[in-house]
């Protein structure tokens, strides 16, 4: 079924720029809404970015909008989440997702999701 594995992730100075991977299987991501979401110690799920390849809509977080990007390959196989000039707010545990709905880009209206990959910025 809907298998999603994120890499990539790891330390990083501020200031600094990851790219994550998100190995996508078991959907076509032109039936699905796919997401880069991340959650910090005791705090809740948030949205990081969402990508609708139907609708070719782009959704990105504020604090995220400007210095993310979220991406694929040709083949549609793998979704990317390019950060750049990282920030110490920025950590956090970063999760990919997939739903075929059209929602909006808020975690409830998700339900697969891969293990996650930690994002820890520091000096």
């Known amino acids: 079924e809907v298998q999603l594995v994120e890499s990539g992730g790891g330390l990083v100075q501020p200031g600094g720029s990851l790219r994550l991977s998100c190995a996508a299987s078991?959907?076509?991501?032109?039936?699905?809404?796919v997401g880069w979401f991340r959650q910090a110690p005791g705090k809740e799920r948030e949205a990081v970015s969402c990508f609708q390849t139907s609708g070719d809509s782009t959704y990105y977080a504020p604090s995220a909008n400007g210095r993310f990007t979220i991406s694929s390959d040709n083949d549609k196989t793998t979704v990317y989440l390019h950060m750049n000039n990282l920030k110490r707010e920025d950590t956090a545990v970063y999760y990919c997702?997939?739903?075929?709905?059209?929602?909006?880009?808020?975690?409830?209206?998700?339900?697969?999701w891969g293990q996650g990959t930690q994002v820890i910025v520091s000096s």
């Open positions: 997702t997939a739903d075929p709905r059209g929602g909006p880009c808020v975690a409830r209206y998700f339900h697969s």
């Open positions: 078991g959907f076509r991501f032109e039936d699905y809404t």
